[in-house]
């Protein structure tokens, strides 16, 4: 089966061809252009309202990173004759701003806070376009395109994200990788499959293999293969096969679940979960803290979970374990070997000006500023590098989670797309067929609604 869904805007004809050029380019690390130059502000105090309380722009306090970025700060208002005031504020950043901006009394001059929230605030018109602001075209800094994609609307980009700083970018509600409890493979005397990984020999089918060898009986306990939320399973077992929840196909836009290729990982995602595999994933539907807490207590050997669950505060699984291994979801036959998909409800560190902030421009003079790499991190090959040595307990984890936040993309979960995906693990006496023919119409109407003019934005911005 392979249903269109058509798209009028020419504008996205020509993002998705420049979307697939770029994605068959190798990979290239470059050394960040840093553009920014010493200011005088005139005592100009920017006001910068922080979701994530605990936290020093989000590091841990304490931490090597929040002595940099205070640094950071310090420095800022030395040369540039400024004062950063920053509230850490939790969800309460978000009503103040709205409240704000609809009163026109500026308050907030700087949010940082998770796209969840944001992506309403951008296309109710909250946030300023920051691309006569700031050069948002160095990806190295700002982010991609693909991975700025919820904060990008018709005409600019509103928000962006610390790309350049180690560590913060990876908290975020993006994943989702696997995670191996190296303890359990090591007492079944099994390969490691991080080996599978590095041969590109991590297929569905050797998936399928590991789950049956993983589960077995521990003393009367039932050890598990596997624990996943099913929205999770079924996304990245989508992605998994080269697919895109959107994608440009002989002169058309297309989404990924209505390909040859998507209904193909569809179906095989449904098979795993329901025929093949069933007795070896964990009974319920365990996420959040709840699956990390099992999984820390040996009752399943994989598990699948967002990366802000996975590091980032003391109760996160790298921080109660002593040997978790991380690797990507397996590829299907369509997949480019060695390129691992991911996909974001929220990237939790996206930073916009709200349209009645005091001084734009003083403002984005010191958000440049700030978000400069620190001097210990040149390149994104030291940022890896560095979680490799402090995070992950093998350098190849902190690969693969670079690999995947490289290629993430948003996946539309307020509107509704996602749904249409996770429906194959809902419902195990539907066709995939029959699914997706039922969610036809909620997919186009989320097109039309939301997609076609983030991808307007895109090429706005970025170009054509």
Request: proline share 4%; aromatic share 12%; hydrophobic share 35%.
């Amino acid at each position: 089966m392979k249903t269109t869904i058509r798209l009028i805007s020419l504008l996205l004809v020509v993002l998705f061809v420049l979307c697939s050029c770029q994605s068959s380019a190798p990979e290239i690390v470059p050394e960040y252009d840093s553009r920014v130059e010493a200011a005088d502000l005139d005592g100009f105090k920017v006001t910068w309202g922080h979701c994530y309380t605990d936290t020093i722009y989000g590091f841990i306090d304490g931490t090597a990173h929040s002595d940099m970025a205070l640094e950071r700060e310090r420095t800022i208002e030395d040369t540039m004759n400024c004062t950063i005031e920053v509230e850490y504020s939790g969800d309460t950043v978000y009503s103040t701003l709205r409240a704000s901006v609809m009163s026109g009394q500026p308050y907030y001059d700087l949010v940082t806070a998770g796209t969840f929230g944001l992506v309403n605030d951008v296309r109710a018109g909250y946030l300023t376009g920051l691309s006569s602001l700031l050069d948002v075209e160095n990806t190295d800094k700002w982010g991609t395109p693909n991975m700025l994609n919820s904060t990008i609307w018709k005409d600019d980009v509103y928000a962006v994200v610390p790309y350049a700083w180690p560590e913060v970018m990876y908290y975020s509600s993006f994943g989702y990788p696997i995670s191996v409890n190296e303890d359990l493979i090591a007492r079944l005397g099994v390969t490691d499959p991080r080996e599978y990984v590095e041969s590109l020999t991590w297929t569905w089918d050797k998936f399928e293999e590991c789950l049956a060898a993983y589960t077995h009986d521990d003393g009367g306990r039932t050890i598990y293969g596997m624990a996943t939320h099913s929205a999770y399973f079924a996304m990245m077992m989508f992605l998994s096969n080269g697919n895109t929840l959107s994608s440009y196909e002989n002169g058309e836009v297309v989404c990924g679940a209505y390909t040859d290729s998507g209904f193909e990982a569809l179906e095989r995602a449904r098979k795993i979960y329901f025929e093949t595999c069933k007795d070896y994933f964990h009974p319920g539907d365990p996420w959040n803290y709840a699956g990390v807490d099992m999984f820390i207590n040996g009752e399943m050997v994989l598990l699948t979970a967002p990366c802000n669950e996975l590091f980032g505060t003391s109760k996160s699984l790298l921080y109660l374990t002593d040997n978790v291994g991380l690797i990507p979801y397996p590829q299907g036959p369509n997949a480019t070997p060695g390129e691992y998909p991911s996909y974001h409800e929220s990237l939790d560190y996206a930073t916009g000006i709200p349209v009645n902030a005091k001084d734009p421009e003083a403002t984005a003079i010191i958000l440049d500023a700030m978000y400069e790499p620190f001097d210990e991190y040149k390149n994104k090959e030291d940022i890896v590098n560095y979680m490799a040595e402090q995070i992950f307990f093998d350098e190849r984890d902190a690969g693969v989670l670079a690999n995947m936040l490289k290629n993430t993309e948003y996946g539309f979960f307020l509107e509704g797309a996602r749904g249409v995906i996770e429906s194959v693990t809902s419902a195990d006496n539907a066709t995939i067929t029959s699914l997706l023919e039922s969610n036809e119409s909620k997919y186009q109407q989320i097109v039309d609604d939301y997609m076609v003019h983030h991808y307007e934005g895109t090429v706005a911005v970025y170009g054509e």
